[in-house]
């Protein structure tokens, strides 16, 4: 995996700047800052959910598991 160091950041910064404009880059830095913010929050959200899935799948065959130990010793003493 390739490796970015300082000089191509200060290299990227530069062009951009040059590119934007100065009075216009902080803006641009600011709306990308709330993008990744908000794919970070999604993808947040979306481990939450699925955390919450697995824990009631988690219970759920607990609960299985432990009915069929219960009906096989129901079944032992009868």
């Given at each position: 995996?390739?490796?970015?160091?300082?000089?191509?950041?200060?290299?990227?910064?530069?062009?951009?700047?040059?590119?934007?404009?100065?009075k216009?880059?902080?803006?641009?830095?600011?709306?990308?800052?709330?993008?990744?913010?908000?794919?970070?929050?999604?993808?947040s959200?979306?481990?939450?959910?699925?955390?919450?899935?697995?824990?009631?799948?988690?219970?759920?065959?607990?609960?299985?598991?432990?009915?069929?130990?219960?009906?096989?010793?129901?079944?032992?003493?009868?």
């Amino acid at each position: 995996m390739p490796q970015i160091g300082w000089f191509e950041i200060l290299i990227v910064v530069v062009i951009a700047v040059l590119v934007i404009g100065p009075k216009d880059f902080p803006i641009v830095l600011k709306k990308i800052g709330n993008w990744v913010g908000s794919v970070k929050s999604y993808f947040s959200e979306i481990q939450k959910s699925i955390s919450d899935v697995e824990s009631i799948v988690d219970d759920d065959t607990s609960i299985k598991s432990n009915n069929i130990t219960i009906n096989k010793n129901k079944k032992k003493d009868e």
